[in-house]
């Protein structure tokens, strides 16, 4: 065979592959094979003639790969007290997989999985190895997306780890790889883990202080002697009722103190693999101590990189799903986004960054599919009636009140479920009617806010609660009569708040002109072509003539503006 030459030094194809050979079978080197610097070169240069060999291809691929192959596997199950980094070797024979295994049948999803079980999970706050990691899955998305769809979704957490502990300076290739690891399967265990990115790094800091460098040594382990108890534990749960015993003790009231292999919030943390299980660890006793503890002490440089880095991760994540995601995931989300929503790492800007994403992607679901609200009515009931519990509650219920209106409650041919969540909402309106403690906890000392502060709050509420009840009433007339009773009693409160007050008398000077009511108060999808209705998206293509000028009918003499139509209508 016409081996390829290349230049002075480096050798040709036969002096690496006899290289590779040797070392491959040297029992010397077996322990440690990545210690020898001159095999990833020789790798390298391997992959490279192969690539740029023309006819003799085939053949110099077949008599590489068993070499190869085999050092692959020396390196996979070298000892774990190997003081060389094996990733950037096995990575680059992954390549090499990659780019030729069709040549010779060789399926390259085993020795994927075996990279990210027997080294990755050591290595994974290698910074070397992170962003080779990140940089081989990114080359290799497209093919990976398509002959390996559940690899990446199966190890995101795994990932995540590498990024909690390597930070911002791999934040955007982190984000290029996130829509790959969005799957079925995965959609929603990312999403919470995503979420609890402050607090895996508490947990991985927790374990550098109780076992030393987080290179090396595998975390998987700490899961494996507790997980068949609590797999039994979930079991026991789910056919008899019985809640799961707290075997954590105190063991996160002291941040210093011996990481407590039982303790399940660790356990979801730290995992390795996708299990598929939404995280329950925010109702365990445990997280209150741990936040304690991590508030308590200064936050380190990873804890504030990834208080930066989690809402940007969110806003990729909830832009792939407005995109990608079918209905019957949003479904599952959308529960699950408001459980979150005043739950999570309990840091003022963080906190602040992350529930306008939670918001945004609320509202943004509900407008890409209204009917969602009528799906969901359970949970947007139960979310309503938490509206005194603290301040996030009482922003995501004023969230869900706009939406409900907005929306007609998921359109005309919801009038059931319109019904029950016009009632939900006159509720809300008569309680906050009857009383001024809106956003006070029944905990003594709870709530910080004052007096001033909670007045403007549920003011701010009342308000969208009384045009929500308007709006709902326009897209669904048979409830008029109910609006306009529940209208007229805000307007006859002596109690209420100017601002609920002007609103209430508003509205009900709307409804005694429906034309104008159903363009003003109308909702904004599905909307009809009835009277007083302007669509001004085609604009362009109307006559003036087309406008409902009996909208101006008290305006007598010349035109009161000084404006024309185009000035108003869209460009092309």
Not at 530 to 548: D, S, Y
Request: aromatic content about 8%.
């Amino acid at each position: 065979m016409a081996s390829p030459k290349l230049a002075a030094g480096d050798g040709s194809y036969d002096f690496h592959l006899r290289s590779l050979s040797a070392a491959s079978r040297d029992s010397a080197a077996a322990a440690d094979p990545a210690s020898d610097p001159n095999l990833l070169q020789s790798v390298r240069r391997v992959c490279e003639m192969c690539k740029e060999a023309k006819g003799d291809n085939d053949e110099m691929v077949a008599r590489a790969f068993p070499v190869i192959s085999k050092l692959f596997q020396r390196c996979a199950t070298a000892p774990t007290l190997s003081t060389a980094s094996r990733g950037v070797l096995l990575l680059t024979i992954l390549q090499f997989f990659l780019d030729f295994g069709e040549a010779v049948l060789h399926d390259t999803d085993g020795s994927l999985r075996t990279f990210f079980r027997s080294c990755l999970s050591r290595e994974f706050a290698d910074p070397i190895v992170a962003e080779r990691t990140l940089e081989f899955l990114i080359a290799n998305k497209t093919k990976i997306l398509s002959c390996f769809p559940t690899l990446v979704p199966q190890y995101f957490p795994l990932l995540l780890k590498l990024i909690a502990s390597n930070g911002e300076r791999l934040d955007k290739k982190f984000s290029e790889l996130l829509p790959l690891m969005m799957s079925a399967g995965s959609f929603l265990p990312l999403f919470l883990s995503l979420m609890d990115l402050p607090m895996l790094v508490v947990a991985l800091e927790k374990v550098e202080r109780s076992s030393g460098t987080l290179i090396g040594s595998s975390i998987a382990t700490i899961q494996k002697s507790a997980a068949p108890e609590m797999l039994l534990a979930l079991m026991d749960e789910a056919y008899t009722g019985s809640a799961i015993e707290d075997q954590s003790g105190n063991s996160g009231s002291d941040d210093s103190g011996p990481l407590d292999l039982a303790d399940p919030l660790f356990l979801d943390l730290l995992k390795d693999e996708n299990d598929g299980i939404a995280a329950k660890h925010w109702t365990s006793p445990t997280i209150s101590s741990t936040l304690q503890a991590a508030l308590n002490s200064p936050q380190s440089d990873r804890l504030k990189q990834s208080l930066k880095m989690a809402p940007r991760f969110l806003t990729v994540y909830f832009a792939t799903a407005l995109r990608d995601v079918n209905n019957s995931l949003l479904c599952a989300l959308i529960p699950v986004v408001m459980s979150r929503y005043a739950a999570m790492f309990p840091d003022k800007d963080f906190s602040f960054e992350v529930r306008k994403r939670l918001s945004d992607f609320l509202l943004a679901a509900f407008q890409r599919s209204p009917d969602i609200i009528a799906l969901l009515k359970k949970p947007i009931t139960d979310r309503l009636g938490e509206a005194h519990a603290n301040p996030a509650k009482t922003e995501l219920a004023l969230h869900l009140c706009w939406a409900i209106g907005e929306h007609g409650a998921g359109g005309i041919n919801h009038k059931d479920v319109a019904r029950e969540l016009f009632e939900n909402l006159e509720l809300l309106l008569y309680e906050n009617l009857a009383t001024s403690r809106l956003g006070l906890s029944q905990e003594p000392g709870f709530d910080s806010m004052g007096a001033t502060s909670r007045k403007s709050s549920q003011a701010r509420l009342l308000c969208f609660v009384v045009t929500a009840i308007a709006k709902l009433a326009t897209c669904h007339n048979e409830l008029l009569p109910r609006a306009r009773v529940s209208l007229a009693k805000v307007a006859r409160s002596r109690t209420s708040d100017r601002r609920v007050w002007q609103r209430a008398c508003d509205y009900l000077g709307l409804m005694n002109e429906p034309a104008i009511c159903l363009s003003v108060l109308g909702p904004s999808t599905a909307q009809g072509n009835g009277p007083g209705i302007v669509n001004w998206r085609e604009g362009g293509t109307k006559m003036v003539a087309h406008i409902p000028f009996y909208l101006l009918a008290a305006q007598k003499g010349p035109p009161c503006h000084d404006f024309s139509y185009a000035d108003l209508l869209p460009a092309e």
